[in-house]
């Protein structure tokens, strides 16, 4: 075990300490190691880099970050689903410009003649929301019918109502129902192509072990991203067993603990700000060359998810196991894509969806991380557009703009 990861482990186990004797001044201090963690999707402490400029000109540079970056900016026409437990749930509708809006022209990428009138929904993942999708809507817009949701208790959705009374623990099965809802909702019939990237894609796994009728009578094709059928309490987030092991130890006790005083442990979140974009980065993203408004985009998400709504989810991951669930995509277009550096839903976990699903495209990106959509957007939409053609749900001619890049060593 290495010093800096050992140093990261004791922080944790620290912070549950202080939480134990009450006290939340110093624990309010630490807990950003913690919260910024599994904020960013990974349940283990990490080494931080040493932050050599000064704090007034990182916040300076962060607001320039916030005001300039264009990421997360598209809208769409807005609605609202209702999940069974009454949990507001808040979707977006792109629809597809049947004049091609006069648009000028654009770098063709599709070719059939004659389309299916589908829809694609997009399920975002853990501590993101709907805008993580942003590169691929941006390319997408007006080509195909799309659908963008927040899961309950992100984005603009609301707090899971039976969460917040207490009635029930948030479970992969109730985001499955979610989709449902939002499914009846924002795509009443015709046919559907499910993506889904990391939780978003447990969700779809969900929604069809418990509406296997839906996939097999309206589901034409599935994209699963950075995701994972089950066995996920065996990763190691890239730290020596000994490490993992203890914070496994220690880490739900400090998100149970920390999720009851919210209000005080969000100021402490707040005072580490610096230390929390450094873990996000680390768990994001893979490539040295990311541009920074990318990745204060990704981190604004993850601020943006309440340590409550954290510790309330994380516990459902350890849980989840639908592996029998992708025999209903088995007939399917599938695509299986991940990143080759994902520390927190290993590539390996994609392979072993691809192995079950032996007719699907397994992608593996190199020099990708978890967030591969944002990291490198151009393989991202290059294979969801051959999805699709695949799928028959674009129109004649069709064509998209350019999907951006986020590398700083290339143009955007």
Sequence with gaps: MSESSAEAVAAVASATGAVATGSWRRATGIAGVAIGVVAAGAAAGVAIERLTVGR??????????????????????????????????????????????GAPRRRRLFGRKAPAPVTV???????????????????????????????????????????????????????????????????????????????????????????????????????????SSGRLGEVNFGLPVAGVNAVRRVLPGVLKALGQRAELVEKGRRATA??????????????????????????????????????????????????????????????????????????????????????AELVLVPDAGHLVMLEHPEVVTDRLADLLTRAGAVPAGATVGGYGSSSTAQPR
């Design 274 to 359: 610096d230390l929390f974009a450094g873990i996000i980065k680390r768990y994001s993203f893979a490539s040295r060359d990311v541009d920074p408004a990318v990745a204060r985009f990704a981190e604004r998400m993850i601020e943006g998810t309440p340590i409550d709504v954290v510790a309330e989810f994380y516990p459902a991951f350890t849980d989840h196991d639908k592996t029998d669930a992708l025999a209903h995509f088995r007939e399917l277009p599938v695509l299986v894509l991940a990143g080759v550096q994902d520390l927190v839903t290993p590539s390996e976990h994609s392979e072993a969806i691809a192995d079950l699903l032996p007719d």
């Design 121 to 227: 929904v997009f399920s975002h993942g853990y501590c993101l929301s709907q805008d993580s999708w942003h590169f691929q809507r941006a390319a997408l817009r007006g080509v195909v019918r799309t659908v963008h949701w927040d899961q309950r208790s992100h984005g603009r959705s609301g707090r899971g109502v039976a969460q917040v009374q207490g009635e029930a623990p948030l479970s992969i099965d109730q985001l499955g129902r979610d989709l449902k809802a939002v499914i009846d909702a924002a795509v009443p019939d015709g046919p559907i192509v499910l993506v889904g990237h990391s939780m978003g894609g447990m969700t779809m796994m969900a929604l069809a072990a418990q509406y296997p009728e839906l996939i097999r009578e309206r589901v034409v094709a599935v994209a699963l991203v950075g995701t």
């Design 56 to 101: 007034g000109m990182r916040q300076k540079a962060r607001l320039a970050l916030d005001s300039a970056g264009p990421y997360g900016a598209l809208r769409g026409t807005p609605g609202k689903a209702y999940a069974d437990d009454g949990t507001e749930l808040y979707y977006e509708v792109d629809e597809v410009d049947p004049e091609g809006g």
